[in-house]
């Protein structure tokens, strides 16, 4: 199960009830904020421990009660086009299927997701395909995650308990 952290803005148009979710292992953990591009509602979300991102642009009103799943499948198609190993890809977006929504809770997340947002306005990010957009959020170094790349970070971990899981 994947707990969302959301912005209040995301949790009101989500028209969700936040519960008190204080502990939860960091690998199902993601921060969601909600924010503008081109007059469109769009929704990126955060890993906490690899600070990966996936955004779901262009999100209508009527798309909130999916909005798992969306988030889900968007999720598995960033992982296959990154050459994540299926079993792990399925394993994980398996636990996705179903989601807690809470409040956020640690300000470095939300400071590296505001950066993601930022870039994603300076650039005008309108042309180009949703994953491809993802791809190039996911290639950007940050410091909070040793100068790496997200995506390799997320690799990582996710290769790391899945075989420790299966030893």
Not at 79 to 108: C, P, W
Not at 150 to 163: A, R, S
């Amino acid at each position: 199960m994947f707990v969302i952290r959301g912005t209040q803005k995301l949790l009101k148009e989500w028209e969700t009830e936040p519960l008190q979710v204080d502990i939860y292992p960091p690998l199902n953990s993601w921060h969601a904020s909600l924010f503008l591009l081109n007059r469109r509602k769009n929704i990126v979300f955060m890993h906490d421990i690899s600070r990966l991102s996936v955004t779901l642009f262009g999100i209508k009103k009527s798309q909130y009660k999916n909005l798992p799943t969306l988030f889900v499948q968007a999720l598995k198609e960033l992982m296959i086009s990154e050459g994540f190993d299926e079993q792990i890809v399925k394993a994980y977006t398996q636990e996705g299927e179903q989601m807690l929504a809470t409040t956020t809770n640690r300000h470095s997340v939300m400071v590296t997701l505001d950066e993601i947002i930022f870039i994603m306005k300076e650039l005008d990010m309108e042309h180009g395909c949703e994953l491809e957009k993802n791809q190039w959020n996911n290639r950007i170094v940050f410091k909070t995650v040793q100068y790496k790349y997200p995506v390799d970070v997320f690799k990582e971990v996710l290769e790391k308990h899945y075989k420790l899981e299966s030893i």
